[in-house]
């Protein structure tokens, strides 16, 4: 069984930095790729961003573009968000989430694709 453990969340002024982690636990003999969710409180969880398995593709929606970067360590089996000039629209919960389907795309915003969820981690960004 795969866990999923992020970390990195915390309180930032608008315009500042985060940067998230996600570590998995577990083994898994299947290729994967990774997504980043998050969740504002009586919202739908969004996608943020995904990169596939071999980490030479990565996707993002279009208002993070630009602004947010994916990267994965395949040493650590670690999953980051590196959050840049982040606004206050960003404030959620994100959740990092790895999924065998199509491992080799990145283009893969469904969450209902993804198999494996952590339990999140809280980025609220002030005014």
């Known amino acids: 069984q795969v866990q999923l453990v992020e970390s990195g969340g915390g309180l930032v002024q608008t315009g500042g930095s985060l940067r998230l982690s996600c570590e998995a636990s577990?083994?898994?003999?299947?290729?994967?790729?990774w997504g980043w969710f998050r969740q504002a409180p009586g919202k739908d969880r969004d996608f943020v961003a995904s990169?596939?398995?071999?980490?030479?593709?990565?996707f993002y929606t279009n208002s993070v573009e630009g602004r947010f970067t994916i990267s994965r360590d395949y040493a650590k089996n670690t999953v980051y968000l590196q959050m840049n000039s982040l606004k206050p629209e960003d404030t959620a919960l994100y959740f990092c989430?790895?999924?065998?389907?199509?491992?080799?795309?990145?283009?893969?915003?469904?969450?209902?694709?993804?198999?494996?969820w952590g339990q999140g981690t809280q980025v609220t960004v002030s005014s």
């Open positions: 577990g083994h898994t003999s299947n290729p994967y790729a």
């Open positions: 990169i596939n398995w071999s980490g030479e593709n990565t």
């Open positions: 989430a790895r999924r065998t389907f199509r491992p080799n795309m990145a283009n893969v915003p469904s969450p209902s694709h993804y198999q494996y």
